[in-house]
């Protein structure tokens, strides 16, 4: 267990185990710097500061929190890392969830706003603006994670291999017989591993979130770990899962989050801006929808997803 998920990395080639190594170490050390869980790393350090005093972080903390911050303001702070007083109070994922009272959620909510997050890149610190907020890099470390491992895996001369960290796929080259990588995407509403459909690619990161990853119910309402920092509820925006396809894990991760909370019609709008970025949608009423240039390369597993329906035209 690292990061709270379990990792699996698939190298191919000469010293593919000793690179594998070496990434299990990469990404412990990154979980020493990122997660948020009082054990004094970076990040923990930022937010005990809050409204304090700036503290120095390393290389690896700025630029996850520099493209935090660019995923913000693209998503208009629909994705937005000091979320952090929310996630702890609804302790979703934990053994002790609960849903915060109306009050709470709405005194919490004043902290949450990533342009109180300053950092400065030349003095290689950053700063949270006032006492009491928290960054939480749940929404985008696991990304960071991914393209660090693809890093460490290219710098010990391997050129094929697959990464996943808890459903966050990375892939580097083609398959060791030269065939691309195919991805599964999870079917939202089915046990791990039972797919929606699939997709082959090189040399990318597929990316999912979902209300299915971690949630708790209560009273027969579904709470998942997608917060949308305009209600401090979980987002609620009609989709049950997005996944993203781009060129780096982080950019795939962010994105995921952010599109899931801005639901389809304004997420299939950021995707199809961008360029080289691709993405699924799942919507509550079961049905799927890829960008455009997803057409030619998801495959719908029609047996196995009944339920699900298709939406090939938009
Ligand atoms: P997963 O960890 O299941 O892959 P995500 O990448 O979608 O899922 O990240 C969800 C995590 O991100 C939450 O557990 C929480 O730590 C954090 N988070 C929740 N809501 C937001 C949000 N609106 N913006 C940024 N981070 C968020
Ligand atoms: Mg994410």
Redesign the pocket.
């Known amino acids: 267990m690292y990061m709270g998920t379990i990792i699996t990395v698939k190298a191919y080639g000469k010293n593919a185990d000793k690179a594998a190594d070496k990434v299990f170490k990469r990404i412990s050390e990154l979980e020493e710097i990122l997660t948020v869980n009082d054990t004094g790393s970076e990040i923990d350090d930022l937010n005990d500061m809050a409204g304090i005093v700036e503290v120095k972080l390393s290389s690896d903390s700025l630029y996850v929190l520099n493209k935090a911050k660019e995923y913000a303001e693209l998503s208009e702070g629909?994705?937005?890392?000091t979320?952090g007083p929310l996630?702890k109070a609804w302790n979703?994922?934990t053994d002790n969830p609960r849903v915060p009272l109306k009050d709470e959620i709405d005194e919490l909510l004043k902290l949450v706003d990533f342009r109180d997050l300053k950092i400065d890149n030349a003095n290689h610190t950053a700063y949270l603006a006032r006492r009491g907020q928290m960054v939480?890099?749940?929404?985008?470390a696991?990304?960071y994670a991914g393209d660090e491992a693809i890093k460490v895996l290219k710098e010990n001369g391997i050129e094929s291999a697959l990464v996943n960290l808890?459903?966050?796929v990375v892939v580097l080259g083609s398959k060791p017989d030269g065939n691309l990588w195919t991805v599964g995407i999870q079917n939202p509403r089915e046990a791990a591993g039972k797919y929606l459909g699939t997709i082959s690619v090189r040399d990318k990161a597929v990316?999912?979130?979902?209300d299915y990853?971690?949630y708790f119910m209560k009273d027969g309402v579904r709470y998942h770990?997608?917060?949308?920092?305009r209600t401090g509820y979980p987002?609620d925006s009609g989709l049950i899962s997005t996944t993203i396809i781009a060129d780096s894990a982080i950019d795939a991760?962010a994105l995921?989050?952010?599109v899931?909370?801005l639901g389809l019609e304004n997420g299939m709008k950021l995707v199809e801006s961008l360029d080289g970025v691709e993405a699924v949608f799942v919507t509550e009423d079961k049905k799927v929808y890829v960008t455009e240039g997803l057409k030619d390369i998801f495959i719908f597993y029609q047996e196995d997803s009944k339920d699900f329906t298709y939406v090939e035209e938009r």
């Open positions: 629909a994705f937005d890392v979320i996630v979703i994922g939480d890099l749940g929404g985008i696991k990304g808890g459903g966050n990316v999912s979130s979902g990853e971690r770990h997608i917060l949308d920092p987002a991760d995921s989050t952010s899931f909370v």
